[in-house]
């Protein structure tokens, strides 16, 4: 079992900046990838970023070049540091981990954290 907390949602306004925090525990050395996923009102969930245990990274096209995903293995934890932000950037963000082995896999996924980017 992995656990995830999210952190660091807000209101902020357009161009502006926020840092999401997402600390996993539990079986954390079972996480194949771990990211971020987002939902906006009245819109299906979408692929915001993971990254893999080895590093590699999948970016959604919106949001390249604005938000980078970094993780700490130390403390367990993945960053979204999200940047130039706008309004079609509000949503409820998620993390999300796929953990297991190559015989079976588990999806797992945070509480959510709300931000709001106001024009």
């Known amino acids: 079992q992995v656990q995830l907390v999210e952190s660091g949602g807000g209101l902020v306004q357009a161009g502006g900046s926020l840092r999401l925090s997402c600390a996993a525990s539990?079986?954390?050395?079972?996480?194949?990838?771990i990211g971020w996923y987002r939902q906006a009102p009245g819109k299906q969930r979408e692929l915001v970023v993971v990254?893999?245990?080895?590093?590699?990274?999948n970016y959604a096209d919106s949001v390249k070049g604005r938000f980078t995903i970094s993780r700490d293995n130390a403390k367990n934890t993945v960053y979204l540091q999200m940047n130039s932000l706008k309004p079609e950037d509000t949503a409820v963000y998620s993390c999300?981990?796929?953990?297991?082995?190559?015989?079976?896999?588990?999806?797992?996924w945070g509480q959510g954290t709300q931000v709001t980017v106001s024009s």
């Open positions: 539990g079986s954390t050395s079972s996480i194949i990838d």
């Open positions: 999300y981990a796929e953990a297991g082995s190559r015989w079976y896999r588990e999806h797992y």
């Open positions: 990254i893999s245990s080895g590093g590699s990274t």
